[in-house]
């Protein structure tokens, strides 16, 4: 997520999402965060949709910000990113239900089918470990 926080607003940067699903579940997506992390939305770069901050240091001394929860409607499927290799040996991730994972990113294609307590209980995970790991 190498990009950076924008003034566009969520809904204008939402409301241009034409593929059915991909609206719904954002709008699933943006009310679970929201409710989650207790903080607004705001857009990352062109096209994810962010919610607080999470500094980071790397051991060579690179750093930056990023999202602390965040998630992008793409073509392909709902992309919902996590802190990287936070998630990968969830038992979350073994009853959410059909999904696919990359460094750091959850892919879901259908919410519908999804198991949104196992969702939620991901998102909180990651980002109160992003918390934690600000403070």
């Known amino acids: 997520m190498a990009t950076g926080r924008t003034d566009v607003p969520v809904e204008v940067f939402l409301d241009s999402v034409t593929h059915r699903v991909r609206r719904r579940d954002a709008d699933t997506l943006l009310a679970l965060m929201q409710r989650v992390t207790g903080e607004e939305a705001y857009m990352w770069g062109p096209s994810i949709v962010g919610f607080g901050e999470y500094r980071y240091r790397y051991d060579s001394g690179r750093e930056g910000v990023t999202p602390a929860a965040a998630f992008s409607p793409r ?45 939620t209980d991901l998102v909180r995970e990651s980002y109160d470990f992003a918390v934690r790991s600000a403070g």
Do not use: I, N, Q
């Not at 979350?92 to 999904?99: A, F, N």
């Open 75 to 119: 073509k392909a499927a709902s992309t919902v990113y996590l802190l990287p290799g936070f998630a990968e040996d969830s038992e979350l991730l073994e009853r959410l239900g059909p999904h696919t994972t990359g460094v750091g990113c959850l892919y879901l294609k259908d919410l519908a089918v999804v198991d949104l307590d196992m969702l």
